[in-house]
């Protein structure tokens, strides 16, 4: 893993996970009642490695400039780099400390990933009494709670395992309001040379597709009915607000309107997901057959050597962890950019 950056005088210890490690914060620029405050977020899910990276890589870079230059003095942060630690601790093996980009053999076969309903983004508390929440969620909630006036930007930073590209989900209650910010991360992401993620869902958990990677975020519930349709109402049951939820609503409170956005940068390239978007999304289905495939096939004396050369001839190839965390970057500048535009900042 990446080694804590900032020094353990910068860290504040905001509580401790299900198995007892701290959770960290991070604040930087001048506390005021007024915004612009912002929150950035990582390391929800266990298996979501490059967030926890930016935002580590970004406090050490905070931490070291002055007090006066504009990045500090004219926006307050509040940064969590890893919300998630018993599950970074789980995923060791495959996250190479420092990697350019991972290996897919390995992170096939031992990738951990919590199950829906126990993940941290939608296990926040329901309300100050909320006996049942995460720790981890409730320790941020509760310091978030402390906060002199409403956040203005909300940043959750996730990832997927593949895909076809980025895909950047918006707030609802925002879309109208961002089509610049969308501009820039789609120009940013072909300049990279990369395609966008597509996918249409039809609203399903709150997935509304806006155009070409672009899509609203999740909400839990809609989360809740997705399980409910299906019978599984010990599942819905489980899911709480998100982080993107909650930040709204404490901000709510002070009478604030936080522009939330949530990034999904992909682990892995696949080829053809969402040329025809469906659903179903047949190259996305046929993608997702070969990797069954080449789960089952590392129980192999040869199995590791057989699934990479497999997957490289099939198209599949990793992202550049550089270009996840610039185009990460981009979507939290732009929201940045947006708010400061409302704000007359």
């Known amino acids: 893993m990446d080694t804590k950056p900032g020094g353990p005088e910068a860290a504040i210890v905001l509580g401790q996970s299900r198995e007892g490690r701290p959770i960290h914060g991070y604040r930087f620029g001048p506390a005021r009642v007024d915004g612009p405050r912002v929150?950035?977020?990582?390391?929800?899910?266990a298996d979501e490695p490059v967030g926890p990276r930016l935002l580590r890589h970004l406090v050490a870079y905070l931490a070291a400039l002055e007090s006066a230059d504009p990045l500090v003095a004219g926006l307050e942060w509040w940064i969590v780099p890893h919300i998630n630690p018993d599950g970074e601790v789980r995923n060791t093996s495959w996250q190479t400390a420092g990697a350019e980009s991972y290996d897919f053999a390995p992170y096939l076969g031992a990738v951990v990933r919590e199950l829906p309903g126990d993940d941290i983004e939608f296990g926040f508390p329901r309300d100050a009494r909320d006996p049942g929440s995460r720790p981890e969620s409730r320790c941020v909630y509760d310091w978030w709670s402390t906060a002199a006036g409403p956040f203005s930007l909300h940043v959750s930073l996730h990832g997927m395992s593949i895909a076809a590209g980025p895909w950047f989900l918006l707030d609802r209650a925002w879309v109208s309001r961002c089509r610049t910010l969308i501009a820039r991360c789609r120009d940013r992401t072909h300049a990279?040379?990369?395609?966008?993620?597509d996918v249409e869902r039809q609203g399903e958990k709150g997935f509304d597709r806006i155009e070409r990677g672009f899509c609203t975020r999740p909400d839990s519930g809609a989360m809740q009915a997705f399980f409910e349709e299906r019978g599984d109402l010990e599942t819905a049951r489980l899911f709480r607000p998100s982080s993107m939820e909650t930040v709204r609503s404490l901000s709510g409170a002070h009478g604030g309107d936080t522009l939330t956005l949530v990034s999904?940068?992909?682990?892995?390239?696949?080829?053809?997901?969402?040329?025809?978007?469906?659903?179903?999304?047949?190259?996305?289905?046929?993608?997702?057959?070969?990797?069954?495939?080449?789960?089952?096939a590392l129980a192999g004396a040869d199995g590791l050597l057989r699934v990479r050369?497999?997957?490289?001839?099939?198209?599949?190839?990793?992202?550049?962890?550089?270009?996840?965390?610039?185009?990460?970057?981009?979507?939290i500048t732009a929201g940045i950019e947006r708010i400061e535009t409302l704000e007359g900042c």
């Open 192 to 197: 990279l040379g990369y395609g966008l993620h």
């Open 39 to 45: 929150s950035l977020l990582a390391g929800c899910h």
């Open 264 to 296: 999904e940068m992909p682990l892995f390239l696949t080829p053809g997901v969402g040329d025809f978007l469906g659903p179903p999304d047949r190259a996305a289905e046929r993608w997702k057959s070969r990797i069954e495939g080449w789960r089952e």
């Open 309 to 331: 050369d497999e997957a490289a001839a099939a198209g599949l190839r990793p992202m550049p962890v550089k270009h996840q965390m610039a185009l990460q970057w981009e979507f």
